[in-house]
């Protein structure tokens, strides 16, 4: 890999992460440990006994999911991961909303989670016999999280890979003790059969286990910071979702054989916050939930670090469209960090946090579920317009992609997204726990986020031209180190004759004709 010129802005570090480093970010941000301990006891009371099928069906639909998604990555060479997928495949007003739906996304999931990670410390803090305030904890936070996005990429590879690796590490251990302990009454797969799955608590429990999955399609956003993008992208994708699908379900198993599949749905009523502590404490020992308690604290710290990161190349990217101040597109010389990003993307997370503190809400029922309720459906919306962008977009390029990957995954990706919404929608008081009022609140902001994205393009159109004609463009050939360019749609004859060498045609783009 060349030097760049002495005098040339310092970029990203190229060449960098390996799939496992990928992986352990996009895994991290879906904090398998408090999804597991925190969540999944909810899943049990509303799902019964056939509950780890929703973790394997959700799994599955982000696995079809996928198929069209990483197609489509081997095309797309642009930094702005979602957004430039959306753009490039339904048009460019429709990716400059869901670049603001992107940015609503990460930080409603980031954000809030700073109210988990004040209750979760507060929580461990009392288990072992101490009073420990929520606000000083989370505002902590705020800063070690800021640091870790202000170092360079590997350092926070490097992190994330040994928080993973704890946390992952109790629920095996956990899974472990119930395995060779032979669970309450003897192991049995009795309550994955259809019955059971088949219930009224079903749809409920997929929309638990839809959410358990966020933040797994941020591989794309590594992009530049990849060694072998076009081979590395598709093998974390998968590797996450495929990880965290068989995982998720087998650890729910495990925990109802702990109490036994006629008691375990009663346990999770009584205690639903103490279900895995009382595993554990059972099968294991006192101290492995002395330790859990410790373990689901860092859980939420790289969980924040592995979205910090990626909202920081978000902004980095749309900073760099021109959509974003330039300023928000520095790079730190030495870490080779989108620092002023990181920089700016913490001061808002103090000021929601402050502004919660201020007004008197829970940490936990308000900050957190209030803030990550829009930020999930966000990010399940922009899911949802890259399934329906890849069979637009490959109708435009030439290509060897099969009808498999272009057409019939990524459809049945769309209609099983569409669905999963539906599902989140329909039951969203069960993760906000507010009033009608509040829910329809916080439905809405997606929608009225997405219609502003559709204003602002109008108005970059009319009075920004050359920043909305290069809106997602693909980047100069070369700057992705050894990766080959991405083919063109202006050698075939089949592409519209206004379609640009930086940016082809899109169906719904004023130069896309059909």
Same mark, same amino acid.
């Given at each position: 890999m060349s030097a760049p010129a002495p005098d040339a802005p310092p970029g990203l570090r190229t060449g960098t992460l390996t799939t496992a480093d990928i992986s352990f970010f996009v895994v991290s941000a879906a904090a398998p440990l408090t999804v597991m301990a925190g969540v999944a006891p909810v899943a049990i009371l509303l799902g019964g006994v056939g509950a780890p099928v929703g973790y394997l069906l959700a799994g599955l639909t982000l696995t079809v999911f996928a198929v069209g998604f990483t197609a489509m990555s081997r095309h797309v060479r642009s930094a702005g991961a979602f957004y430039a997928y959306i753009a490039r495949g339904l048009g460019t007003p429709i990716g400059i909303a869901a670049a603001l739906v992107a940015m609503l996304g990460y930080n409603g999931m980031e954000i809030g989670v700073y109210g988990l990670l004040g209750s979760a410390t507060s929580d461990t803090a009392a288990a072992l016999g101490h009073d420990v305030p929520w606000l000083p904890v989370s505002l902590a936070g705020l800063l070690l999280i800021w640091y870790g996005g202000h170092r360079s990429i590997d350092f926070g590879a490097k992190v994330l890979g040994v928080l993973l690796v704890a946390e992952t590490g109790i629920l095996v251990l956990l899974a472990g003790g119930v395995l060779l302990d032979g669970g309450a009454h003897g192991l049995s797969l009795g309550g994955l059969a259809p019955a059971h799955v088949l219930t009224g608590g079903t749809a409920a429990v997929l929309a638990f286990a839809f959410a358990a999955f966020t933040g797994f399609e941020s591989t794309v956003i590594y992009r530049r910071e990849a060694r072998d993008p076009a081979r590395t992208i598709p093998r974390a994708t998968y590797l996450a979702v495929a990880f965290l699908g068989l995982f998720y379900a087998f650890v729910v198993w495990t925990v109802i054989q702990a109490f036994g599949e006629d008691e375990v749905v009663r346990a999770a009523a009584d205690d639903p916050g103490g279900l895995f502590f009382a595993a554990i404490t059972t099968y294991v020992g006192s101290w492995a939930a002395d330790l859990m308690h410790v373990l689901i604290v860092t859980s939420v710290l790289a969980s924040l670090l592995a979205f910090h990161n990626a909202i920081n190349r978000y902004t980095l990217s749309l900073a760099e469209e021109g959509v974003l101040p330039k300023a928000l597109g520095r790079i730190h010389p030495r870490h080779r960090s989108p620092y002023v990003a990181g920089a700016a993307q913490t001061a808002l997370g103090a000021l929601v946090v402050l502004a919660f503190a201020l007004a008197g809400a829970d940490p936990y029922q308000q900050l957190l579920l209030w803030v990550n309720t829009p930020g999930m459906l966000g990010l399940m919306v922009l899911q949802l317009l890259a399934a329906l962008s890849v069979p637009?977009?490959?109708?435009?390029?030439?290509?060897?992609?099969?009808?498999?990957?272009?057409?019939?995954a990524p459809v049945t990706a769309f209609v099983l997204l569409a669905g999963a919404i539906a599902l989140v929608a329909g039951h969203v008081g069960l993760f906000t726990g507010a009033s009608p009022a509040v829910n329809t609140v916080l439905l809405s902001?997606?929608? @009225?986020?997405?219609? =502003? &994205?559709?204003? =602002?393009?109008?108005? =970059?159109?009319?009075?920004?031209?050359?920043?909305? @004609?290069?809106?997602? @463009?693909?980047?100069?050939? &070369?700057?992705?180190?050894?990766?080959?360019?991405?083919?063109?749609?202006?050698?075939?004859?089949?592409?519209?004759?206004?379609?640009t060498p930086d940016r082809p045609a899109t169906p719904l783009s004023p130069s896309a004709t059909d």
């Open positions: 637009f977009f490959f109708r435009r390029i030439p290509h060897d992609e099969g009808v498999l990957r272009t057409v019939v902001v997606t929608p @009225a986020v997405f219609l =502003l &994205g559709l204003l =602002l393009a109008h108005r =970059l159109r009319r009075t920004r031209p050359e920043v909305y @004609a290069r809106f997602a @463009a693909e980047p100069s050939t &070369g700057t992705e180190g050894a990766e080959p360019p991405c083919p063109h749609p202006t050698s075939s004859s089949s592409t519209p004759a206004s379609a």
